[in-house]
């Protein structure tokens, strides 16, 4: 008998989360997926249910339907199986349903391979917001987490001059080893001031006030990381700096690799 997933709202990702399934046997049911005709929410909710990645918004799941987490949770069976990402004070209230809830959220291999659609979107964005190539363009990569080792390989494949900034020093003997520059994190940053480009990946403060002082001011700052982010949005904007932030990108770059990466993530799960 095939398996039964309910798709809940989010961005185009969703949408090819479904068309996979689909494309694989399985009864993909939308409610409130971008492009997709919604179905009716029954009234008892069992199965997979895959919601937004990230989830939530507020007390509503993340899209353009508003549609509350409470009405979502009171219809949940005990055999239920939830998949989402950073559940947050959230999950209490679906562990409490009875059923199991399973947050993607830097899990493997999902935050790996998702860190791929992040690092060319972050790429694609920088390129749009930039009047300069990333050939020869001083590059500094803030973290060398999944993230920043794609990003990193990634710009320096286009011949970027890119320095990564990480606190461990296994972490900059690699950077190193692959041909970029290397800085600490902390007091130990350095080439803020000749940057053309600063992406962060680190989701945690990462900048002082008086180092964010010595950022370049034609430097274009994206942030990759997840709010609160390593970046100081309001003071980066105080001082007249060209920041983005830039959240979601594999739904908004290359939502049908992102969706199937979703769908194989959870049929992984279950076999």
Known sequence: MAE???????????????????????????????????????????????????????????GREALPIAALVERLEPTAKVYGALFGTQRAAFERTGASVFDLYGGEPMTTLNAIPTAEGAIRLAIDASSITLHGARSLVLGFGRVGKILAQKLHALSADVTVAARKPADRALAQAMGMRTS???AGLCGLGEADFLFNTVPAPVLTPQQLEAVNPACLLIELASKPGGLPEEACRARGLHYHFAPGLPGLCAPETAG?????CVENLNE
């Open 184 to 186: 600490g994190l902390g």
């Open 260 to 264: 199937r990466l979703y769908a194989d």
């Open 4 to 62: 039964t997933y309910h798709v809940f709202c989010g961005d185009r990702r969703q949408f090819w989360a479904v068309e996979q399934l689909r494309a694989r046997g399985c009864v993909a049911i939308p409610h409130g997926v971008p492009g997709l005709e919604s179905w009716p929410l029954p009234d008892r909710l069992s199965g997979h249910v895959l919601l937004p990645f990230p989830s939530f918004q507020g007390e509503y799941l993340r």
